[in-house]
């Protein structure tokens, strides 16, 4: 008695072993308010050391309410002209959608038929109360203004995709094998490739971690020489003051992955607009006037590629991991049945570059948007291009690489265990010689 007393009331299980619909909304009202105070601490403590700060307190709430929106992929007004800023700064992105994910994770693994039903539900409801009190707290005058009913259906959107994204993640393994299952049905037996669906899985992450890498080396190199050049460019800003440096690091920081994401379309060669009319590509680039900030520094000179063309190198290496993992599984060395039929084997490397280039469509639209209004509205790669370059890129390598390990695989297999069954009948011929030979020796000498 002592102990259900003493247990918070949010917490006393309902029927079927559910907590209170009332719980699982306060967890999404505080996973909103966790990001948002991550993003409105540094803003505040920047606001604070400011000596000359235009805006007061609720200017630089708005502020953070702007930038957490932003990273929901919310578009925001900016100035008084109304300028669209839709650049979404994907480390608050990724952010959000970690938390949410995590969240919808955490409801349905809970035991219970209502927790498993609404949970999930009242997660994304808390969390969406949460943003549309910043939508509307924001959407007064001020430097950035919200936009209410876009901002609230794209929090709501991404809000709805991380928390079932993270059910799934759950409750996806036997709905998983039932899919692929399902598809496999639909072709003849010998072109399917049974149990290939996590491998398939496991090649795409491969193969889209190979090309953030990518990106990743591409940022780097533009930096190193940038820093030997002397690095005068952008530098104009850091003169500003400790604070104007501070708010430069962090919102270089907070548009890092933006920037990867951007190598990463310059190395499969598309590249990216950095302006209406511009162009910036291993093949060449075409830049005009951009904004005094340090990320649009490590632009590359207006010109012809040349030695840059060795970037396009990079995403080559993008399919080596894929083609080692869907080749093993062809050979049948993941302990899945017999091997795979060459058809299979590139549909499934298809399958997988096909997954790769969905997703570097999707997060090449959401690391670019617009800065302001005029030659500023267009910024990032285009998404179909780039997602058309990485699934060719993928499949261009894989494909073939994966039927050679699949071939290398099959006739290895059978030669090197008639080398070991040889070996052993040797070793045990000469074990049998040895012992009678000492037999001998024995006898001749009693």
Do not use: K
Request: charged letters at 10%; aromatic letters at 4%.
């Amino acid at each position: 008695m002592t102990q259900l007393m003493g247990r918070p009331i949010l917490e006393v299980p309902g029927e079927l072993g559910a907590r209170p619909v009332l719980a699982d909304l306060l967890v999404g009202v505080r996973t909103a308010l966790l990001g948002l105070a991550v993003v409105a601490v540094p803003v505040l403590g920047l606001w604070v050391v400011t000596p000359y700060a235009d805006d007061g307190a609720p200017g630089a709430a708005r502020l953070a309410g702007a930038l957490w929106l932003l990273g929901h992929g919310a578009p925001v007004l900016r100035g008084g002209v109304d300028a669209p800023l839709t650049v979404t700064p994907l480390l608050l992105g990724l952010l959000a959608v970690g938390q949410l994910h995590r969240m919808g994770a955490r409801v349905a693994s809970r035991r219970g038929l209502r927790a498993r039903r609404s949970g999930p539900v009242a997660v994304w409801a808390g969390y969406c109360a949460v943003a549309a009190g910043v939508v509307v707290q924001c959407s007064g005058g001020g430097a950035f203004r919200s936009r209410v009913l876009p901002d609230v259906l794209a929090v709501a959107l991404l809000a709805a995709a991380a928390t079932a994204a993270g059910v799934r993640s759950v409750r996806s393994g036997e709905r998983g094998r039932a899919c692929w299952s399902a598809f496999c049905g639909r072709v003849p037996v010998w072109a399917r490739a049974t149990g290939g669906a996590p491998v398939v899985r496991a090649a795409a992450l491969a193969a889209g971690a190979a090309l953030v890498a990518a990106g990743g080396v591409v940022v780097a190199v533009a930096a190193l020489l940038d820093a030997a050049a002397g690095g005068g460019r952008g530098a104009t800003p850091l003169a500003a003051g400790p604070a104007a440096v501070a708010g430069l690091v962090l919102l270089s920081l907070v548009l890092l992955p933006n920037a990867v994401l951007w190598g990463t379309a310059y190395a499969l060669g598309p590249g990216f607009a950095a302006g209406a009319g511009t162009v910036v590509a291993p093949s060449g680039t075409v830049l005009g006037p951009v904004p005094e900030f340090p990320l649009f520094a490590l632009l590359p000179e207006s010109g012809a590629g040349g030695w840059r063309l060795l970037a396009c190198l990079l995403p080559a290496l993008a399919g080596v991991v894929p083609a080692l993992l869907l080749g093993r599984a062809a050979a049948g060395r993941r302990g899945e049945g017999a091997p795979w039929h060459p058809v299979a084997t590139v549909a499934a490397v298809l399958a997988a570059a096909l997954l790769t280039g969905a997703a570097a469509a999707v997060l090449g639209g959401f690391s670019g948007g617009a800065l302001a209004g005029g030659r500023m509205a267009r910024l990032g790669p285009v998404p179909w291009r780039t997602g058309l370059a990485a699934a060719g890129w993928v499949a261009a390598v894989a494909v073939p690489g994966a039927l050679l390990v699949r071939f290398g695989a099959l006739r290895g297999g059978p030669a090197l265990a008639g080398r070991a069954r040889r070996s052993a009948l040797a070793l045990r011929a000469r074990a049998y010689a040895v012992v009678v030979r000492l037999g001998g020796r024995a006898d001749g000498a009693g």
